[in-house]
Every structure is written in C-alpha cells, then in structure tokens.
C-alpha cells in the first residue's frame, strides 16, 4: 500500500473524529475545527513515514490532534485554504431545532469545562477506551479514572440546569 | 436515563450530520505546498543568516580595519543586531519544529511551555538589547549623513529611519502580547 492510499484510508476512518474532538474543544466552533483538522491531517500526511506501529494508529492520530487543538490558539486568524464545498441536502432535511438547542446547551457546558477536561471528554463521549486515553494524554489509568468522574459530575450538572 | 447518557446520546445525533469541509486531493497537495512552504523558508532564513554574515566580515575587513570611528560603530552595531536577530528566530523555529507533535500530550505541552518560556526571556531580554544596539547605531550614522545628504534627503532619511523603528517596535509589542498569552494559556493547562 502506497502513502497515499494509506493516507485515504486514514482520513475516511478518522475525519469525523478528528473534527468531532476538534469541536468539542473549541467549545462548538466548526470553523475553527475544520481548520484544525485541516492542520492535523497536513502533519500526518507530513509524518506518515514515520509511524512504526510502536502504538495504534489512531492513539497516534488523536495524539497530533490534541496537540494541533492545543498550538492552533497560537494562530488566532487562520486563512481558509480549501473552500467550503456545498452541504448536502440531507443536512438541511435533518434540521431539528430542539435537537440544536440542546446541542448548543451541551457545547456550552463542554466549553465551561477546563481545557484538557475538554479533551478527555469528548474521546470519552467518542466511545474511545480509558487505557488509549491515558495513552494520549500521558497519564495513568487510574488518575485518567478519578479525572472522568469528575468531569462526568460537572458536565451533568450544567446539563441539568 | 441518567444525565449523562442524555449527553451521550446527543453526542452520538450529530455524528450524522457532520460533513468535514477538505477534501483528500486537495488536502494532500497542500500538505505537500506547506512542506515545500517550510523547506524555502529555511532556505531562506539559512540565506539570510548567511548573506548578514557574509556583509558583516566583509565590512570590517575592508571598511574598518583598525580605524575605528562612530560611523563604523554605528554600522557595525545595526548589522549586528540584525545577524542576532535572524539568529535568535532561526533558531527559535528551528526549535519549534523539532518538538515532536506525535508524543503525548502531557509531554507536548511540557515541551511547549518550555519553548514558550524561552520565547518570554528572549522578548524581555534579548530584543530591548536589540532595539537599542539598532537604534544607537542609527543615531551613530546621523552625524555622518548631515555631512553627507542634502537637509531634504537628510530629514527623509530620519523619518523614515524613526518610522521603521515604531512600525517595528509595533508588530514586536504585539507579538509579544500574543506570546505570553499563549504562555499563560498554557500554565493553566491541568494535566
């Protein structure tokens, strides 16, 4: 398999993660995360030839996503480089204001909480396993445990409200 | 259904819905133009850095030898300020680029922190220096292009010499600000 199309079959698996994350972190803002995701996927495209398996492919992805979250505030006014192709029908169809309303809520609440909680949350909300978290942020299983409980308690909280 | 599983369940609606805006083609070839982007721009500083030498041995080699006056001073204090300079950003990206975006994110933001550190002691230390070896050497050259220039092409060269140093000290303020406030974004960060 050559770099591209192993580059295709990572960016088809991964895309809407990456953006997920992405928006989870800048607190809902699409704009901002489709530019970082842009920036994740031009340094794994930058870096591909170097990843060794010595972890999970997507322990590695999620990796330079956090990192590219966490830099991307070094670059307040990023140029949009690759124009915004038409949204497809089906997108508008599915509109249901309560559903955005109550999505808005949870960006909210996702936005209060602090920067790496922020993180941690949306790869828990992303289905992703305790032990590849704590792999990707560079901390223990059971720190990583007591630390989604108490994001788990404040995110509930402010749902609540 | 506990609260939580709410915003799960909302979590997992939007999945759906969500388009990301690149597509893969175009992705690729910019990935390759920024790679290309980051290469001439090393080129470039490497260029720079090198032509700034180049001048700076060239000049006290033929102009100065052994005869030192503030012309010469003033000179030699603007060219080296200026080889400092390109050295300290040179070395700065060079810095920035080597800290691997692939390691986890406790250790990035550790290696981040710690460049963004460097950043503060060379804007509080190193550029004022900076600034000043510039400006003195400019102040040094007046007396010898009084004597030289016309009054007109003499008060052309002071305002736009004074205006280079505003604009200059402008964008370095600014900079600046935009740098420690990353820093402190960054001391926040509980991991």
């Known amino acids: 398999m050559n770099k591209k199309e192993q580059f295709a079959i990572i960016y088809e698996e991964h895309q809407a993660k990456v953006f997920r994350i992405c928006k989870g972190y800048f607190k809902g803002d699409e704009h901002t995360a489709n530019d970082t995701v842009q920036e994740v996927f031009i340094k794994i495209w930058q870096h591909l030839e170097s990843f060794r398996n010595e972890s999970r492919i997507s322990t590695w992805i999620y990796r330079i996503t956090l990192n590219c979250c966490l830099l991307h505030k070094r670059k307040p006014a990023v140029k949009k480089e690759i124009p915004m192709p038409e949204l497809p029908d089906a997108i508008q169809v599915d509109y249901n204001p309560i559903r955005e309303e109550q999505l808005k809520k949870m960006y909210t609440c996702i936005g209060q909480l602090e920067a790496t909680d922020r993180l941690i949350i949306t790869m828990i909300l992303e289905g992703m396993d305790y032990g590849e978290i704590a792999d990707i942020i560079g901390i223990t299983g059971d720190t990583l445990r007591v630390r989604i409980h108490r994001i788990k308690k404040k995110l509930t909280n402010c749902v609540q409200l | ?191």
């Open chain 2, 1 to 191: 259904m506990t609260s939580f599983d709410t915003i799960q369940y909302l979590w997992n609606q939007q999945s759906h819905a969500i388009k990301v805006s690149s597509r893969l083609e175009e992705l690729i070839e910019l990935a390759e133009k920024k790679t290309r982007k980051i290469k001439i721009r090393q080129y470039w500083n490497t260029a720079i850095l090198g032509i700034s030498i180049l001048l700076f041995v060239w000049y006290i080699a033929v102009f100065t030898g052994l005869r030192a006056s503030w012309f010469h001073a003033g000179i030699l204090l603007m060219l080296l300020s200026l080889v400092l300079r390109v050295v300290i950003e040179t070395w700065s990206l060079v810095t920035l680029n080597r800290i691997d975006i692939r390691t986890d994110f406790r250790n990035y933001t550790r290696h981040i922190t710690r460049f963004y550190k460097s950043r503060k002691m060379i804007h509080y230390v190193a550029t004022p220096l900076i600034l000043s070896a510039y400006t003195t050497g400019f102040l040094l050259l007046l007396p010898a292009f009084k004597k030289s220039f016309s009054t007109a092409f003499f008060v052309y060269i002071v305002i736009s010499g004074g205006c280079f140093l505003v604009v200059f000290t402008f964008f370095m303020i600014r900079e600046i600000k935009k740098e420690i406030k990353m820093l402190t974004f960054l001391r926040d960060i509980d991991i």
